[in-house]
C-alpha cells in the first residue's frame, strides 16, 4: 500500500489489529444525539472487517454499556445491541476474536482487558474505527499510542455528532472530526489513514500467511 503522503508503500503487520468501536444500534437515534456526519462511515466499517476477516488479522468488537438509564446504549434494550453489519460479522474471521465491554471511552478500560490480550496475540499495530469519532474512538486511540501501539485512525470509518462547550461554542460534527483528526495526526497520538489504504494493505497476497490462530473468539 502506496502512502499518498510520502510516496512508500505502507507496512501493515498480519497481527495488526482492527478495533471496531461502539457501532451500536443506539446511535441512530438522532433526536437524542443530533445531526452526525460522514454518512459513507457504516461503509467503511464494513470494509475494514471484511478486509481484516478474510486476511485472518485480529478483530475486536467493543461495546459501550452506558451508565446512564437514560441513553440509547443502556443494557437491556436494543439500543445496546451491535448494528446488524456488525453483529452478523462476529465470529465469522479466520484470526482471533474478542469482544470488549466498557462504561467509559477507552476500550482499553473495559472487560476484558484490551491490553494484554493485544500483547498476547503480539499485536503492536492497531487500526481504530467507529463511533463517536472526538469521543471513544479518539480516547481509544489515544490510549493506545500511549501505551505504545503503532494507532492508525481510520477516520473516514467514524463518524460523530455536534456538540455544544463552554461559552456558548459549538462545534458541528464535521468540525469535531477535523480537530481530533489534527489532534491525534499533528500531536503524534496516531496516523490519520483512509479505509481504502487499509483495505488495500490488509487484503491477503498470493503465498502469504494468516497470523497466528489465538486469543479469545466469541460467535
Known sequence: MENSETGHSRVLDVTAALIVVD????????????????????????????????????????????????????????????????????????????????????????????????????????????????MCAETTARMGGNLGYEVLFALDATYTFGLGGPYGWRLSADELARATAVSLHGGGFAEVVATEELVRAARPTRGGGAPPAGGERRG
Open 23 to 134: 457501532v451500536q444500534k443506539g446511535f441512530g437515534d438522532a433526536e437524542f444525539w443530533g445531526v452526525r456526519n460522514n454518512p459513507a462511515a457504516e461503509a467503511n466499517v464494513a470494509s475494514l472487517l471484511a478486509a481484516w476477516q478474510d486476511s485472518g488479522r485480529p478483530v475486536v468488537f467493543v461495546r459501550h454499556d452506558s451508565a446512564q438509564p437514560d441513553s440509547p446504549l443502556w443494557p437491556g434494550q436494543p439500543g445496546n445491541d451491535f448494528q446488524e453489519f456488525v453483529a452478523e460479522r462476529r465470529g465469522k474471521g479466520s484470526g482471533p476474536e474478542l469482544l470488549v465491554t466498557k462504561s467509559v471511552n477507552s476500550a482499553f478500560y473495559g472487560e476484558p482487558d484490551l491490553d494484554a490480550w493485544l500483547r498476547g496475540t503480539g499485536s503492536r499495530q492497531i487500526v481504530v474505527a467507529g463511533i463517536q469519532t472526538n
